[in-house]
């Protein structure tokens, strides 16, 4: 008796349960992670429109789910696309255009999200949570005593805000470049050019 496969080879192959398997993994972790992070523009759009405490809230909120939440499901979409070409018995060849691609858009998106955007994003928590402490700006609510008259200079935004203004056009770009690599990998993974190779 041989459970799981009935003629040599059953195990492997496009029709097997583990590369079925790996398929439903690699779909579910791109859906999971990709989409936890696809639209986080609109979360730093919101946390700059509200301001202080509250916009602070929403970049918290938003850096959770991308750095606790996302990450690990992005990560799984390379383990589970190299398990689906292993378990393919040969269906998927390295040699093919598109996976070998798709792998490279990959690293030059980790790249990009590790040496350039995480540590902008992190670098404007930062700089949001110094400004929520800082409560706002004379004439802005506050009313005299509310201890920010050695903060910004008068007639102008303190620091903080003039490089987190900056830092937030920089994010709008390396989050669009992702967003952009991830719509050309999923080019890749439906018409597959040079799938004959």
């Given at each position: 008796?041989?459970?799981?496969?009935?003629?040599?080879?059953?195990?492997?192959?496009?029709?097997?349960?583990?590369?079925?398997?790996?398929?439903?993994?690699?779909?579910?972790?791109?859906?999971?992670?990709?989409?936890?992070?696809?639209?986080?523009?609109?979360?730093?759009?919101?946390?700059?429109?509200?301001?202080?405490?509250?916009?602070?809230?929403?970049?918290?909120a938003?850096?959770?789910?991308?750095?606790?939440?996302?990450?690990?499901?992005?990560?799984?979409?390379?383990?589970?696309?190299?398990?689906?070409?292993?378990?393919?018995?040969?269906?998927?060849?390295?040699?093919?255009?598109?996976i070998?691609?798709?792998?490279?858009?990959?690293?030059?998106?980790?790249?990009?999200?590790?040496?350039?955007?995480?540590?902008?994003?992190?670098?404007?928590l930062?700089?949001?949570?110094?400004l929520?402490?800082?409560?706002?700006?004379?004439?802005?609510?506050?009313?005299?005593?509310?201890?920010?008259?050695?903060?910004?200079?008068?007639?102008?935004?303190?620091?903080?805000?003039?490089?987190?203004?900056?830092?937030?056009k920089?994010?709008?770009?390396?989050?669009?470049?992702?967003?952009?690599?991830?719509?050309?990998?999923?080019?890749?993974?439906?018409?597959?050019?040079?799938?004959?190779?």
């Amino acid at each position: 008796m041989r459970p799981f496969r009935h003629q040599q080879g059953d195990i492997m192959g496009p029709g097997s349960f583990l590369y079925k398997l790996a398929v439903y993994l690699h779909v579910t972790s791109a859906i999971l992670g990709f989409g936890s992070v696809f639209f986080m523009g609109l979360y730093g759009k919101a946390a700059s429109e509200k301001k202080g405490k509250e916009g602070h809230a929403i970049s918290e909120a938003a850096n959770k789910v991308g750095e606790g939440v996302a990450t690990p499901f992005i990560y799984a979409v390379l383990v589970t696309g190299i398990l689906m070409v292993l378990f393919s018995k040969g269906s998927l060849k390295w040699s093919a255009l598109w996976i070998w691609l798709a792998i490279a858009l990959f690293v030059i998106a980790l790249g990009i999200s590790h040496g350039l955007h995480r540590p902008n994003l992190k670098a404007m928590l930062a700089l949001s949570g110094e400004l929520a402490e800082m409560g706002p700006p004379p004439g802005a609510g506050g009313g005299a005593g509310d201890g920010n008259d050695a903060g910004p200079p008068a007639g102008g935004p303190p620091p903080q805000a003039i490089e987190l203004e900056a830092r937030g056009k920089k994010a709008a770009i390396y989050g669009s470049i992702l967003n952009l690599l991830v719509l050309v990998t999923l080019v890749l993974m439906v018409w597959k050019p040079g799938a004959g190779s």
